[in-house]
């Protein structure tokens, strides 16, 4: 049985769609984040990383969403929702795969000095994560155009990773993508899909503790 510890409002709520997309059973065990809005000391010790998500199957415990979609996807899902290397999208599907890395690096800059960004004009890493959050929003519009998918016409782990950076971030002072329409189409089609609502409602930022 694979066990979810899943942090509230964290990005193991991927682990979970991808769970819910390959119809595997889990457990999920449910860890509320403490008053300061951090995971609390039980979670922290269950892996040296102290980061969520953490998963466990069987003996081995896995952590970086990324790495835990790659093998949930290729030990009991075939492989289907990666692209291989023969493949000719299979350089967008690493691009995308690893571009939610540079997009969080630069919300957490932002909380850093304050969220507001452009109310810092002579802050040189200000001005540098204004303008890396705008570059990095406007290539994915323009990446979207005309597409469903950011690997190919088809679903994959990269649009499980991307979804959210562009969901949920905007929860916490992360840029709207109120002003990109090709995104917000984007993430409209994604939301769709049966498996992201029902792991939404069971471990999205909106859901809370089962009973």
């Known amino acids: 049985m694979i066990t979810v510890y899943h942090l509230a409002v964290s990005q193991s709520d991927r682990i979970v769609w991808m769970l819910e997309e390959l119809g595997v059973e889990y457990k999920l065990e449910w860890f509320d984040r403490g008053e300061d809005m951090l995971a609390p000391p039980?979670?922290?010790?269950?892996?040296?990383?102290?980061?969520?998500?953490?998963?466990?199957?069987?003996?081995?415990?896995?952590?970086?969403?990324?790495?835990?979609?790659?093998?949930?996807?290729?030990?009991?899902g075939g492989g289907r929702y990666s692209v291989k290397p023969e493949e000719e999208d299979y350089?967008?599907?690493?691009?995308?795969?690893?571009?939610?890395?540079?997009?969080?690096?630069?919300?957490?800059?932002?909380?850093a000095l304050g969220g507001d960004l452009s109310a810092q004009p002579d802050n040189m890493?200000?001005?540098t994560a204004q303008r890396r959050e705008e570059r990095y929003y406007a290539h994915l519009n323009d990446y979207l155009e005309g597409r469903s998918y950011l690997a190919g016409d088809r679903f994959t782990c990269a649009d499980i990773m991307m979804m959210f950076n562009l969901t949920a971030l905007p929860l916490f002072g992360g840029r709207s993508i109120d002003d990109l329409?090709?995104?917000?189409?984007?993430v409209e089609g994604i939301s769709q899909r049966?498996?992201?609502?029902?792991?939404?409602?069971?471990?999205?930022?909106?859901a809370s503790r089962p009973d």
């Open 42 to 76: 039980e979670y922290l010790a269950l892996h040296p990383a102290g980061m969520a998500p953490v998963v466990k199957d069987g003996d081995k415990l896995l952590t970086e969403s990324a790495a835990i979609l790659e093998y949930l996807n290729h030990r009991y």
């Open 91 to 111: 350089a967008d599907y690493l691009y995308w795969m690893h571009f939610n890395n540079n997009v969080q690096s630069v919300f957490f800059l932002k909380m």
């Open 125 to 127: 890493v200000a001005k």
């Open 181 to 186: 329409p090709n995104v917000k189409k984007y």
């Open 194 to 206: 049966p498996a992201y609502q029902k792991a939404m409602a069971i471990a999205g930022p909106g």
